[in-house]
């Protein structure tokens, strides 16, 4: 089956503009991050979804530099970006990350892509997020049967949920099958993610440390035990939400 990781990338954040192209030891955010994807084992193609705003020649800039795949399309109906470059890239199983997760795991990646698979044909969606996240906020993976996106592209008509793309199929149990990925410790507690100044402090003293994308996250488990002042950094940002 093809499995496609698509990344959602934009130049534009409220909170810290530009954030995908902010330094990370030597190279963009954005560059950490799909470095990291794509060394997922169970992933077989990733893609770039990017907006079709002049603010993100940037980001297929960066595309082409490195030879990624690019699909550009809607600003804020994010459900038909990720839908549209799906069927553009043929997949059968999506794979949706954020571009602003440079810790993304890809062993988290195929555990939660293997559980799909292991459920196979009864599953329509399965994440590390639900019911309640016990990976640390900044591996947030989600796996969806493509039949499950191309339903909710459809009759999906509240705009705030399709900014966020998978809202339609996890709050209708009854019209999708789900599953959750659950990890043996809790670390939600722990903010990995960048939406601000703060979280990318935090983030930078990790790759500092490291000087390079191959760490694992339980590297940056064993990293934070010897300086768990580090989790103070971000520890009061609060989570948009819906």
Same mark, same amino acid.
């Given at each position: ?104 795991? @890809? ?13 196979? @044909? ?13 990976? @640390? ?29 998978? @809202? ?75």
């Amino acid at each position: 089956m093809q499995t496609l990781a698509i990344i959602q990338a934009r130049m534009g954040s409220t909170r810290l503009p530009g954030k995908v192209m902010l330094d990370l030891a030597g190279e963009p955010m954005l560059v950490r991050n799909v470095n990291r994807v794509g060394r997922s084992r169970t992933v077989r193609k990733v893609v770039i979804a990017t907006t079709a705003l002049s603010t993100d020649d940037a980001i297929e800039h960066v595309c082409l530099q490195y030879g990624w795949s690019c699909f550009r399309g809607s600003e804020n109906d994010v459900l038909d970006r990720c839908y549209k470059a799906a069927v553009a890239y043929d997949a059968e199983i999506v794979v949706r990350i954020t571009s602003d997760c440079p810790l993304i795991e @890809p062993t988290v990646i195929d555990q939660v892509i293997q559980a799909f698979l292991q459920r196979q @044909p009864e599953i329509d969606y399965v994440s590390n997020t639900l019911p309640e996240r016990t990976f @640390p906020r900044g591996l947030d993976t989600e796996v969806i049967r493509f039949e499950a996106l191309e339903l909710a592209w459809r009759v999906d008509t509240n705009p705030v949920w399709r900014v966020h793309v998978t @809202p339609y199929i996890y709050h209708n149990p009854g019209l999708f099958h789900l599953y959750s990925v659950v990890n043996d410790e809790d670390y939600s507690h722990m903010r990995w993610t960048v939406d601000t100044f703060e979280d990318l402090e935090f983030v930078r003293r990790i790759y500092e440390h490291f000087d390079s994308d191959r760490f694992s996250w339980r590297d940056v488990l064993l990293l934070l035990e010897k300086h768990p002042e580090w989790l103070d950094i971000n520890q009061h940002v609060q989570q948009k939400t819906m």
